[in-house]
Nanobody, 121 residues
Framework: VQLAESGGGLVQPGGSLRLSCAAS????????MGWYRQGPGKQREWVAT??????????NSVKGRFTISRDNTQNTKNTIYLQISSLKPEDTAVYYC?????????????WGQGTQVTVSS
C-alpha cells in the first residue's frame, strides 16, 4: 500500500485546512487509516483514525476541532481527509497519513511522506 498526502500549507491562527491522503496498491488489505503529526522538537503523536466502516477516534488535543472522514465514492473510496479548524500555533507540525492492514499472513503499518502545516500570523 502506498499513501500520498496533500493539502498542507501556511495558515493564520483560527484558520482551517483540509488534508487529503490517497491510498493505492493492495488497498483491500487496509484495516484502518488515520493521521499522526510531529511538531518541531516533539515526538510523533497520534491524531485520528477512521475504519472502513466509518468509525472514528480522536486524540483529546484535537477533539472538536479536527474531523476525519473518508470518500465513499467508487473511484476515490481509498481517500481520507482531515479537516483541521480553529488552528493554533501548537498545531504546527508535519502531518503523516498512515494505514494499518494485514496481508499474506503479516500485519503492517505504512506511512505517507508527510505534509507540513504551519500556523502563524
Amino acid at each position: 500500500v502506498q499513501l500520498a498526502e496533500s493539502g498542507g500549507g501556511l495558515v493564520q491562527p483560527g484558520g482551517s485546512l483540509r488534508l487529503s491522503c490517497a491510498a493505492s496498491g493492495s488497498t483491500f488489505s487496509i484495516n484502518a487509516m488515520g493521521w499522526y503529526r510531529q511538531g518541531p522538537g516533539k515526538q510523533r503523536e497520534w491524531v485520528a483514525t477512521i475504519t472502513p466502516g466509518g468509525n472514528t477516534n480522536y486524540a483529546n488535543s484535537v477533539k472538536g476541532r479536527f474531523t476525519i472522514s473518508r470518500d465513499n465514492t467508487q473511484n476515490t473510496k481509498n481517500t481520507i481527509y482531515l479537516q483541521i479548524s480553529s488552528l493554533k500555533p501548537e498545531d504546527t507540525a508535519v502531518y503523516y497519513c498512515y494505514a494499518d492492514g494485514y496481508i499474506s499472513g503479516s500485519s503492517y503499518k505504512t506511512w505517507g511522506q508527510g505534509t507540513q502545516v504551519t500556523v502563524s500570523s
